[in-house]
């Protein structure tokens, strides 16, 4: 069993900083992949960023350069690093995770996809005014 938890979100201006983070309780093997997906009403999820556990990362053009994301594999815990927020970045972010040692190697080869992660954090919602 695999329970995230994510925090950070809030509101803030455009230009403005957040830092989300999220915290996997493991109870029976690890989530070697973690990302972000973000979603807002009546659109899609769409990918934001994911980390391997040996380093590798993927960003959707959307966020490169403005978000850095990063992972704690010892605390198990993944964080999104944003700065320079535009109003296009408001949605709900979601924290995923995936135990496969190949979730991580598909998405960084063939793009995001929300079907090869197996867990899900609740969502925390950013909202950055203009």
């Known amino acids: 069993q695999v329970q995230l938890m994510e925090s950070g979100g809030g509101s803030v201006q455009s230009g403005g900083s957040l830092r989300l983070s999220c915290v996997a309780s493991?109870?029976?093997?690890?989530?070697?992949?973690m990302g972000w997906f973000r979603q807002v009403p009546g659109k899609e999820r769409e990918g934001v960023a994911v980390t391997d556990s040996n380093g590798p990362t993927t960003y959707s053009d959307a966020v490169k350069g403005r978000f850095t994301i990063s992972q704690d594999v010892a605390t198990k815990t993944v964080y999104l690093q944003m700065n320079n927020l535009k109003p296009e970045d408001t949605a709900m972010y979601y924290c995923a995770a995936d135990p496969s040692p190949m979730t991580c190697t598909t998405v960084h080869s063939r793009g995001f996809n929300m079907e090869l992660f197996g867990y899900w954090g609740q969502g925390t919602q950013v909202t950055v005014s203009s």
């Open positions: 493991v109870y029976d093997y690890d989530s070697r992949c």
